[in-house]
């Protein structure tokens, strides 16, 4: 059973920084593009940022330079750097792993950004 588990989400102010982490195991991490997604309420979920197992990544143009994904071979982690962040940007951010037709995702981590 194919697990991902998130962590890092919270409440932030605007203008503020919040990193998210997303560790599988090295089987799954080593080959499966690993990408962020992001669900706000009564919206679709949009992906904002995947990196390849080869290091490419793509960012969704709403976050291009302010947020950050990266991996961490060591710990079959992918993280989500989140800097100068919005109101908009509150939603529930789930991690994914995917290769050809295969796909899994984690639970969910509540980010909210808010004074």
């Known amino acids: 059973q194919v697990q991902l588990v998130e962590s890092g989400g919270g409440l932030v102010q605007p203008g503020g920084s919040l990193r998210l982490s997303c560790a599988t195991s090295r089987s799954i991490f080593s080959i499966y593009t690993m990408g962020w997604y992001r669900q706000a309420p009564g919206s679709q979920r949009e992906l904002v940022a995947a990196i390849t197992s080869g290091g490419s990544t793509n960012y969704a143009d709403s976050v291009k330079g302010r947020f950050t994904i990266s991996r961490d071979s060591a710990k079959n982690t992918v993280y989500l750097q989140m800097n100068s962040l919005k109101p908009e940007d509150t939603a529930v951010y789930y991690c994914?792993?995917?290769?050809?037709?295969?796909?899994?995702w984690g639970q969910g981590t509540q980010v909210t950004v808010s004074s």
């Open positions: 994914k792993a995917e290769q050809r037709v295969f796909a899994y």
